[in-house]
């Protein structure tokens, strides 16, 4: 159960319906309901997914090509210096240009009042000191004296003359300014009330605004309060445009922006030859690494030069001449290791059919012999029959691996070689004290194969869980979906401890290592199914549980050469020890999954037949399995890595049981399962 929910007792009321009923059951339906429920989720996937889509080249682009990643990151660190220099450097001249320029202004600022100031005491200490004459003169004062400190400037600056604010003064002595500069805007109110308290002089940088429609133009502000020939006090200002400065640093900004591009670039072209070349002999030993592993052992990498590129060239060739030489080592042991095996196999057949034949003629004349010469007679007729069967197993291994079996396939019904095989293994369950019970071949189970190859692998199989059955029936299922069909073979015997089902597979390979030879079967019984399952493109895979028994499955395509995708019959049974322990915990659950509940809502509990065998305890025989369950494909039966094939998603490790599969997919190069 999860976290925070508890099983309700029997008897109790109230219990709501709809509750998840599943280990992680709950917070899968809560996931569901976020991604289905939630408004708007189809459509924002819908988006993600479109966006997404056109960016997949160049995301698969840049995560396989690493001198596009080194020009890349090189290019932007490239452009983050320039950019910074470049701020640095136009901060400088900025600075630069604006003190000069502050400087000069200063100068001609000051040099303007002193003028102002000199006129002034000249006008009112000069002759005509009549009332009239001073009144007349002061009319046109400030304008002269602004024409005259403007005539000098030669458009290099304008001069401005206001009254104080709080003056009373007539008219006549308002703003005057040269060169249509408009003084309302042009003079900031701040810099006229520094002026208007203080003696000293000040300045600003502003917006020279003009009134003949001429677009404004920056500028610096110098302004001093002065007293005019009639000793009245008025501010004097003189405004200095920055338009020269401004193309200055406007012409900085465009070379600094044009070396720093061309600086860019050469960089990321200098970083594009040295990366390319480190990239192409690394490219050129990935593309050599390639054929080497499909099989061109003689490929070998171009080496020039002497740095540590031209040694790894070197080392890479070396290692794979030393590859090509153990490949070939180990290739001629392997054929030599074949050809002994098929020729003592050949050679054997004579002398074995001489003394079959002699062993025939004392087995026969057995009853005159005494009691243990009769017995040991028995026994060489027994040991002469595994014997022949050990030699036809291993002609069969050794054309398997000199590659010579051939696949005879024809359409066959699956249903009539299990029935073959149990016909022919009854005797032996029967003599065990258990029954061999076959599931789904209402339908016919219909494939192209050899069914001779096939029938060898069944009688393995059932042999196998009749002899290791503990007198237990054996259940033999058949099914068929999609492109496949597929016979499991499941047992209760002693089971599998965890790893041996990858094992199982292997040759003279026994579960006992301290078991003798003298019972049992060959040991290449399984190495020579798993062979033949490959030869059709088939597999063959084998789970199991400690105490819990085994099942082996069996799954072939429906027509030859197709590809296999899944398997209509799950690996692990479903009355497999874990599963009971859910179905146990979760009966609600488990019983609405297989649609067996009751009016009252307590799920259907599956019959386990009593296995009537001394005292050893009772383990669930085959479950029921109704039709349409036996036509769909189970998912979770899909081939994995080999060594594990889990029948549900919800399955966690469980170190009580093994549970791992041998796949025959095609010639992976890998035998001896």
Known sequence: MSKGSAAPKAGDRGVRSGRAAGPGRGGSRFGRLLQDGAPGGSALRLLARWVRRPLLPGVRLWRRNIQLRVVAGTLLMSLGVVLLLGLVVIGQVRNGLLDAKEKAAQSQAAGGFSAAQDKAATTSAGPGGQEGGRAGSSLTWRSTLVEQLAS?????YNVVALSLEDSDGPASRGARASGEVDPATSIPVGLRLSVGQGA?????????????????????????????????QYELYYLFPLTQEED???????????????????????AWLVVRQIVTPVRMAAGVAERLSAGRLQERMKVTGEDDIARLGEAFNKMAQNLQL?????EELSRMQRRFVSDVSHELRTPLTTVRMAADVIHEARVDFDPVTARSAELLGDQLDRFESLLSDLLEISRFDAGAAALEAEPIDLRQVVRRVIGGAEPLAERKGGRIVVVGDEQPVVAEADARRVERVLRNLVVNAVEHGEGRDVVVKLAAA???VAVAVRDYGVGLKPGEATRVFNRFWRADPARARTTGGTGLGLSIAVEDARLHGGWLQAWGEPGGGSQFRLTLPRTADEPLRGSPIPLEPEDSRRNREQAQVLPGARAQARGETREDGVARQVSVPVQPHGDRPALPGPPRVPPAARATVDPT?????????VARATAEADSGEAMASTHAEGEDGTRGR
């Not at 000098?152 to 290099?156: C, E, I, K, N, P």
């Not at 200055?248 to 200098?270: D, E, N, P, R, Y």
Request: a positive charge; zero cysteines; aromatic letters at 6%.
């Open 152 to 156: 000098g400037g030669q458009s290099a």
């Open 200 to 232: 000293g002089t000040f300045q600003t940088y502003t917006r020279i605004h003009y009134t003949n429609g001429k677009g404004a133009e920056s500028g610096l502000v110098v302004g001093k309060r002065l007293n005019d020939a009639e000793g009245t």
């Open 248 to 270: 200055s640093l406007t012409l900085v900004k465009g070379t600094l922006a044009t070396a720093g591009l061309f600086v860019v670039v050469l960089l990321g072209a200098i």
């Open 326 to 330: 153990k490949i070939q080592q180990l």
């Open 482 to 484: 999609g492109g496949a």
């Open 637 to 645: 039966a899909l081939p994995g890595s080999g060594a594990r094939v």
